[in-house]
């Protein structure tokens, strides 16, 4: 079992910058592959990006490609979501979320969730 657990979410005007945090307890951190998700409101939950074991392999969905930066310690068991020039559309649920994948951007192949964190983007 790993307990995952965000913060650094909040209210930000369109152009700002925000920086998530997962702070991971329980099983070894670093044998997990880490990504975050979003919701929308009346929206599926959606893949934002995942980043290898190490840290060393990331991905992003298109949406968000040279705006976000995933970045993990693994020595104090936290991963970060760095979101730069957010747009109104950013606002979400932000999810945690682990897996046993060395890297995954599919919903089914995570099996930790945090409880999630809101961003709010205003224009």
């Known amino acids: 079992q790993v307990q995952l657990v965000e913060s650094g979410g909040g209210l930000v005007q369109a152009g700002g910058s925000l920086r998530l945090s997962c702070a991971a307890s329980g099983r070894t951190f670093s044998v997990f592959g880490m990504g975050w998700f979003r919701q929308a409101p009346g929206k599926e939950r959606e893949f934002v990006t995942t980043?290898?074991?190490?840290?060393?392999?990331?991905t992003y969905a298109d949406s968000v490609k040279g705006r976000f930066t995933i970045s993990r310690d693994n020595a104090g068991n936290t991963v970060y979501l760095q979101m730069n020039s957010l747009r109104s559309e950013d606002t979400a649920v932000y999810y945690c979320?682990?897996?046993?994948?060395?890297?995954?951007?599919?919903?089914?192949?995570?099996?930790?969730w945090g409880q999630g964190i809101q961003v709010t983007v205003s224009s």
């Open positions: 980043c290898s074991r190490s840290g060393t392999f990331t």
């Open positions: 979320a682990a897996t046993e994948f060395p890297v995954a951007t599919t919903r089914d192949r995570y099996y930790y």
